[in-house]
């Protein structure tokens, strides 16, 4: 009767010590993803208005993108942007700038509800100093850009013809003193005939105050001429 009384005894205390231990365990924490801040300023010649594009996309650039939640915000110059979406951009935040504006300081704030970013940049539009003739033929040629880059840059030149079974044209090439340098080599790539020319100004550059993403700037402007021999 004695052991059966303390066996007894025993199951519920045995219960009592495994829940005891079972409370103790905390549940692991669901770290929230980072969010990744991807904002891309596009701008091009004729154009009177420079896109600006704001995503937020939690767990890395390839993630898709989301809405802020308030009190999170994204403004322009201080002006707060409204959510868009569309089927293949997924949620964005969407301004325009008049061209003219973006090449002084222009002011992104981002506030994810506790702590706030802020981003500068700026655009600088520019053109064809030299005129270029309707034909060109075979031989080196230069172009010289307006307002002339500071320093040593570089600039991408996209060239194409109507022969789509032909290579076309798609490098980085060397800004000096304003000047970029098409040489007879690349022009081989070409068969004669219209030839569209476009040149592209970028930048990827991260971003800055702990803000984990990228700041994408593109300025872009479009000729055409005829190559001969």
């Known amino acids: 009767m004695l052991k059966t009384s303390i066996y007894l005894f025993a199951i519920p205390l045995l219960v009592s010590l495994a829940g005891c231990t079972g409370n103790n365990k905390k549940p692991p924490v ?41 009190p999170a915000f994204v403004s322009l110059n201080g002006q707060k942007l409204t959510a868009d979406s569309s089927k293949y951009a997924g949620v964005f935040y969407e301004a325009a700038l008049v061209a003219d504006s973006t090449a002084t300081e222009n002011k992104i704030t981002y506030h994810d509800g506790k702590m706030t970013y802020e981003e500068s940049f700026s655009l600088q539009p520019f053109t064809i100093g030299n005129k270029l003739p309707e034909s ?25 013809d109507t022969a789509f079974l032909n290579a076309d044209v798609n490098e980085l090439a060397p800004v000096q003193n304003g000047v970029v ?30 803000l984990k993403g990228r700041l994408f700037t593109s300025y872009s402007l479009k000729r055409e001429f005829l190559l001969v021999d």
């Not at 060109?136 to 040593?152: A, D, H, M, T, Y």
């Not at 040489?183 to 702990?210: A, C, D, R, W």
């Open 30 to 70: 669901k770290k929230s993803a980072a969010v990744y801040a991807d904002f891309k300023i596009k701008g091009e010649e004729g154009n009177k208005y420079v896109n600006c594009l704001f995503q937020f996309k939690p767990g890395g650039v390839e993630a898709a993108p989301v809405g802020l939640v308030a």
């Open 136 to 160: 060109i033929s075979r031989k080196s040629f230069s172009i010289r850009l307006q307002p002339v880059f500071p320093g040593n840059d570089s600039i991408r030149v996209l060239l194409t």
């Open 181 to 210: 340098a098409i040489s007879s080599e690349v022009l081989l790539n070409l068969k004669n005939g219209p030839v569209h020319l476009e040149l592209l100004h970028e930048k990827t550059l991260p971003l800055k105050k702990g």
